[in-house]
């Protein structure tokens, strides 16, 4: 790791040589399924070995790239489909010289989502349609300085935009990743059953000196796992600038008007707070979504008067915020729990309350890791080192890491399908009790007042308690059983009619919201397509099935990719060559798994039941996320395509982890957990470090 870490702080990022100075204004037109175009009038700056074209999509076609001067073609490039959106880099061959008024060209292979291409207008219609006008280019090429050199100036900018402002912060985020590695270094090299036992007592003395690997033994193994989630969870809330995480101000705006007027939002598009608007103004919000290289704050002069402003604002009158917007319909509990941190700090600036908040969805991803390692244990009980690697498997995801270090739902989301897989599993072992019974219950009705998205768990999740009700109806009595299911169903349903109840006698709208987000699906084909669709979401196109995602496989560029790096408003990603190399350590990892599930056979056998509630429950939230997406297709491909909205089968993330460990037999077993974990932990780092050289680079 120190190693590749050196050699990618030696490579210098990329400097934008020139751009052909056209602001992006708006959307000049949308590229029709099959479009190419040429602007002239363009000037090739001299090592120019990228040029960065400002087209928007979500799931982008192919593009290519032809520089042309006088008919003779100078440069060309091309950039494979998955791209995603407000611009797209193409790489070009470097000249040695710089050409002026050249054209360039670029063509976008045939594709069925909306791709819009942004610059200036030349004019418009009396209609107040564009007639037409001209994109913005960047021209980009290889940087004099290594990011060695340039540790001063991201340290500086990383300082600023924040609650408080100061090195300190980066110096806070550096020594809790080196003291992240250190922990989780010693427990993998621990004994995993130590945990278990209890560390003789040593004789008091008066010496000073602290007798480490004691204390270390005797902080439970479980606690040192939800510590390095919380902590990872907490350098991302600090790495990512305020609102640059997909949703996020509109997530702020649900708790801001819910703590302030004790209301839940009722329009779902409205005007954000005099306060909201001051900040994402100062932070130049809209302009570091829109133009890749827009750092949030680029001087002293801008972060003093961020500063100011803030404090201007906080003395405003708190009278809620009407900027919901897709958060409108969600469920209030998430939102209410982060009311908390936002009464605590109330007095403070609207950064101090979100940072505030922040920690607390951090929080959250520490009982994520915990509900995760409860099930691995749950379902492999027979290696205790397994375990370990599922929960710091999940607990240094950066992905996870990235969305718990936000205010967003998907935090709470998280850790409540971890608990149910947990609970899951301990009833298929020991027997759905009356207490388990009632813990399904409870977390499948706090599920349901947390996110909308958890009713893709709910038919694994009951034809799961189904089964196990049956089991009790068998070993026991079928009254015993009827008592055990009316105490589940009961919990969750009271959960759900009692938060109901709360918000109609409060006078809230929200229901009607949530009725409105319910019923707002239209189908635009047949089942058939319908189903076709939902298919090949995950799965290649079978033979009489339409192509609805030409050029890409979306396992491959939307999944995968999206896994292995898409952060802020899914325009921070990684170079091209890291989602191929990647592909060895994923693919020795399914190998060994698969391993493990093949040695292993004989005891999955004897668990098809348990094993079947765990596929329909994955199935459940897989169709739900693409059934969603089916609702505007063909205008956007896979709309809800993000790799976060499957995360509540983190649970089964963290099995896969541990099977692979296994996998590796039991000589090699200990390695294979050092080796897969340290992946994790590489993979968590590299990934804070290009969320940085994006923001603050």
């Not at 602290?210 to 390095?228: E, G, K, Q, S």
């Not at 902590?231 to 600038?241: D, K, M």
């Not at 850790?415 to 599993?425: D, G, K, N, P, Q």
Request: net charge positive.
């Amino acid at each position: 790791m120190a190693v590749a870490l050196a050699l990618a702080m030696s490579h210098s990022p990329p400097d934008v040589a020139r751009t052909n100075a056209v602001p992006i204004d708006e959307v000049i037109a949308v590229a029709p399924p099959a479009f190419a175009a040429c602007q002239g009038s363009e000037v090739l700056p001299r090592g120019t070995t990228a040029v960065r074209l400002s087209l928007e999509a979500l799931l982008g076609p192919r593009v290519t790239v032809r520089i042309v001067r006088k008919g003779a073609v100078l440069s060309t490039g091309e950039r494979a489909a998955g791209w995603s959106k407000q611009s797209v880099t193409v790489p070009v061959r470097a000249l040695r010289r710089s050409v002026a008024n050249v054209s360039l060209c670029f063509a976008l292979a045939p594709h069925d989502e909306t791709v819009n291409i942004k610059g200036k207008a030349a004019g418009r219609r009396p209609d107040g349609s564009v007639t037409g006008g001209r994109i913005r280019i960047e021209y980009l090429r290889p940087g004099k300085r290594s990011w060695w050199g340039l540790i001063p100036m991201v340290a500086r900018r990383m300082s600023w935009g924040h609650a408080t402002s100061g090195v300190w912060i980066v110096l806070a985020v550096l020594v809790t990743m080196v003291a992240l590695a250190a922990i989780v270094s010693l427990l993998l090299v621990r004994d995993p059953r130590s945990s278990e036992r209890t560390v003789r007592r040593r004789p008091r003395c008066w010496s000073l000196r602290l007798d480490y690997t004691t204390a270390f033994h005797r902080f439970p193994l479980v606690a040192w796992i939800m510590l390095v989630a919380c902590l990872n969870a907490a350098c991302w809330s600090i790495v990512s600038p305020p609102f640059e995480v997909v949703d996020e101000l509109a997530h702020f705006s649900y708790v801001k008007q819910l703590a302030e007027t004790g209301q839940l939002p009722r329009v779902i598009e409205g005007q954000a707070s005099q306060e909201e608007a001051i900040a994402a103004k100062d932070l130049h919000y809209l302009a570091t979504n829109e133009e890749s290289g827009r750092d949030p704050i680029e001087s002293q002069t801008e972060q003093n008067q961020l500063q100011h402003d803030l404090l201007s604002a906080s003395r405003l009158p708190r009278d809620g915020s009407k900027a919901a917007g897709v958060a409108t319909s969600e469920p209030p509990l998430y939102y209410t729990l982060e009311a908390i941190p936002y009464r605590i700090a109330y007095r403070g600036t609207l950064l101090a309350r979100l940072q505030l908040m922040r920690l607390l969805s951090a929080l959250m991803a520490a009982f994520t890791a915990l509900f995760v390692y409860l099930f691995a244990r749950e379902a492999l009980p027979a290696v205790p080192r397994a375990w370990t690697v599922a929960g710091l498997g999940v607990a240094l995801a950066p992905l996870v890491g990235s969305m718990s270090g936000a205010i967003n739902p998907d935090a709470m989301l998280y850790a409540v399908s971890a608990a149910l897989f947990y609970c899951f599993a301990r009833a298929f072992r020991r027997g759905l009790t009356r207490r388990l019974a009632g813990a399904i219950g409870a977390t499948i009705g706090i599920g349901l007042l947390t996110k909308l998205n958890f009713i893709g768990l709910l038919p694994g999740a009951s034809i799961g308690l189904m089964m196990l009700v049956v089991r009790v109806a068998r070993q026991t009595s079928v009254r015993a059983a009827c008592w055990r299911l009316a105490l589940a169903c009961g919990i969750a349903a009271g959960l759900v009619l009692l938060v109901a109840l709360a918000i109609v006698l409060t006078g809230n709208r929200q229901l009607h919201a949530l009725g409105g987000d319910l019923s707002g699906y239209n189908r635009p084909g047949s089942l058939m397509s319908e189903v076709g669709y939902i298919w090949q979401t995950y799965l290649p196109r079978l033979p009489g099935m339409t192509n609805d995602f030409p050029g890409i496989f979306p396992g491959r560029q939307l999944w995968f990719n999206n896994f292995i790096g898409l952060y802020g408003w899914g325009d921070t990603v990684f170079p091209n060559w890291v989602y191929e190399v990647v592909m060895i350590p994923v693919a020795a990892i399914a190998c060994l798994c698969c391993r493990a599930v093949f040695v292993g056979r004989a005891a999955l056998r004897g668990r098809w039941t348990e094993l079947l509630v765990y596929l329909l429950i994955s199935i459940g939230v897989m169709t739900m996320v693409a059934i969603a997406s089916y609702s505007n297709f063909p205008r956007i491909d896979a709309e809800y395509g993000r790799t976060r909205y499957l995360f509540p089968m983190l649970a089964l993330l963290g099995a896969i982890l541990a099977l692979a460990a296994r996998g590796a037999g039991r000589r090699w077993h200990p390695s294979a957990a050092v080796l897969i974990v340290m992946l994790v932990l590489a993979h968590d780092i590299f990934s804070q470090l290009l969320v940085i050289s994006r923001y603050y680079g």
